[in-house]
């Protein structure tokens, strides 16, 4: 049934592109979306996104904005296979906000978090291709806006996810496909207590910084952050789906 609506959505979804046609300015059609996207109802937010951006194709808030509900519709999806379409239209209408505001740190954020997302659905050597693309973005947003804490967040998950690759694998992953870059537990543990620092309302900043602890082998700090992220309220998302994973951590403590 699930996997039925989801098929349904992304029908209507794909229509209401294709035909892009409205009485209404694209302005009026964004705030409509945005409506939505307060909701957290990302296929509705695209039926009016998708229309507008037919109005309006270089606006590039918008761009970022259809980004993220693609993202956000990874989340509803139940396959492999969906969640990597939806995460390379989220990548490619990121990758147009990029190159018409390339200076613009949210675009540049888009593309990180895009990329992040489709990361681990890829073949490895996918993968390793698209390691170097998330730095080079998330450092650019944080030159750009040092006080994001989204960034901040991104470049952790980066440093986490190098961190967690054991030297057998490294070792064949640099002999198939070249050099992986050195990254340790520590470099995530920065980026993460920064990003909480910045921004101590969001809960995935909490429990990413328990997740490492986890892998760290500091099972106190570990049971103690993602406790913390677990009492926080949910308004992202992400966010169920974020604490499903700390709770399935904390089930494996010792």
């Not at 913390?228 to 010792?254: Q, S, V, W």
């Amino acid at each position: 049934m699930q996997h039925a609506c989801f098929l349904k959505t992304m029908a209507l979804t794909m229509a209401l592109a294709s035909a892009g046609v409205s009485a209404e300015p694209a302005e009026e059609l964004i705030q409509k979306g945005d409506v939505c996207y307060a909701k957290l109802h990302a296929a509705e937010a695209l039926e009016f996104y998708l229309p507008a951006e037919k109005l309006d194709p270089n606006n590039v808030r918008l761009l970022v904005r259809i980004a993220r509900e693609y993202r956000h519709l990874m989340s509803d999806a139940t396959k492999a296979s969906e969640k990597r379409h939806l995460g390379t239209r989220a990548v490619d209408y990121a990758q147009r906000a990029v190159a018409l505001a390339p200076n613009d740190p949210a675009t540049q954020l888009a593309l990180a978090i895009s990329y992040g997302k489709v990361l681990p659905l890829e073949e490895t050597k996918k993968q390793i291709a698209t390691l170097p693309l998330i730095k080079n973005a998330a450092d650019k947003v944080i030159a750009l806006d040092p006080a994001n804490d989204l960034a901040w967040h991104v470049l952790g998950r980066w440093y986490l996810a190098l961190a967690d690759v054991g030297p057998v694998k490294r070792a064949l992953a640099q002999l198939a496909y070249g050099k992986l870059p050195r990254a340790t537990y520590e470099d995530a543990v920065g980026c993460f207590e920064k990003a909480s620092a910045l921004n101590p309302h969001r809960l995935m900043h909490c429990i990413e910084l328990g997740r490492t602890y986890a892998e760290m082998g500091r099972d106190a700090d570990a049971r103690k952050f993602i406790t913390k992220g677990l009492a926080m309220t949910e308004t992202e998302k992400d966010d169920p789906e974020t604490k499903n994973l700390g709770r399935h951590i904390l089930k494996n403590l010792r």
